[in-house]
């Protein structure tokens, strides 16, 4: 079964840090670009951070020099180190790739940044 399976998630004071980590069941070293994507209650889906198969990265505006996405081939996984955490930043966390042509995305994780 073809899965990417998020952990990480929980709850942090305003100003702390997180990694969530990301493993997908296939080599990653084939994979296009996977994304980190984020959903608040009652917002929409946004993407957070992304990284391509040639490393190339890119951030949302508001989390740039806060959050840094990377990825590890060998165990299949990627990551997203958030520091710098604020309460607007309180929302489930979701990991995306595409594979043969279908849109995978993990459970998502919580994440909660309290004040």
């Known amino acids: 079964q073809v899965r990417l399976v998020e952990s990480g998630g929980g709850l942090v004071q305003a100003g702390g840090s997180l990694r969530l980590s990301c493993v997908f069941s296939?080599?990653?070293?084939?994979?296009?670009?996977m994304g980190w994507y984020r959903q608040a209650p009652g917002k929409q889906r946004e993407l957070v951070a992304a990284i391509t198969g040639a490393g190339s990265t890119n951030y949302a505006d508001s989390v740039k020099g806060r959050f840094t996405i990377a990825r590890d081939i060998a165990k299949n996984t990627v990551y997203l180190q958030m520091n710098g955490l604020k309460p607007e930043n309180t929302a489930v966390y979701y990991c995306n790739t595409a594979w043969l042509g279908n849109n995978i995305w993990g459970q998502g994780t919580q994440v909660t940044v309290s004040s």
């Open positions: 296939r080599s990653i070293s084939v994979i296009a670009i």
